[in-house]
């Protein structure tokens, strides 16, 4: 690596961390805020409703909750136990990992607000589509029992300083278990930005190789890599010559469906299912590169 080189890397790592941990902190305490003033039996209730409003309602809960796909399975199990319907529930759990505040606040400021309507847009109706498919098919049979031991103790006093303390304490714990990814994510795309030659990704992963969505989704499938992690590494790489499509396909695979979240699967789910959401997640992340492809190549 020349000095050149460096130079880039060492900038690009500067700028990119440190809009991430302030945007990171910033929406993270907004949400914690949120979730003070919209008690879990405001949401169960809502969750009720039958048909595609249920739908609605479960992808919009996934939107403005920012989990991994990990700490997904936990709530949703607690979601089938208060009896949300199943639709509505697996409408939340295709849409949290990869449509939430921190993922498009990230990407807004990474890629343009344009692309992140585009990408939020259509996230959030194919989890809709996918709860509701899934519904209407009856997949709901394939769900296991399973049971949660959770604290059910009194949050505190509501006076607005103990909400705010609360709130801050939650976005710096989300904060401090995020950091390592955010920091890895911005390591990773800086070296790629500095180091690695933009004709070779271009020539792999460009806009011409009709191959390229598809790799990509199938790479981001097995990977362990949260939405906080891919997308600095996407901006590196699409700055240097990959398609936005496949940057797409990418990080919804990625944040999507994993092999530590298909294992926590198999524990509610029946093999079935799980085949049916990995296969899901693969699909919707090739489906939408190729139209991110058509809109902004």
Known sequence: MNLNSLSETL???????????ILFLVVSFIVAMMQEYIPASTVQRLLTGRGLRGNLVGAGLG??????????????VSLLNAGAPFGATMSFLVSSP?????????LVTLLGWKFTLFYGVSAFILSVAVGAIWQFFGLERDVKKVRLVGNNSSPGPNDLKSRLNRASRAAFSLFK???PYLLIGAGIGSLIYGVVPGEWIANIAG???PFAIPVAAAVGVPLYIRAETLIPIGLALQSQGMSIGAVTALIIAGAGASIPEVILLNT???????????LTIFCVAIGVGYIANLLFA
């Open 11 to 21: 900038k690009f790592f500067t700028i990119i961390s440190t809009e991430l941990i």
């Open 63 to 76: 939107a403005v909750t920012p989990f991994c796909s990990c700490s997904t399975i936990p709530v949703t």
């Open 98 to 106: 990869i449509l939430n505040p921190v993922i498009l606040g990230l």
């Open 177 to 179: 278990t995020s950091l």
């Open 207 to 209: 806009a011409d190789n």
């Open 268 to 278: 509610i789910f029946r093999p079935r299912l799980v085949a049916v959401f990995v």
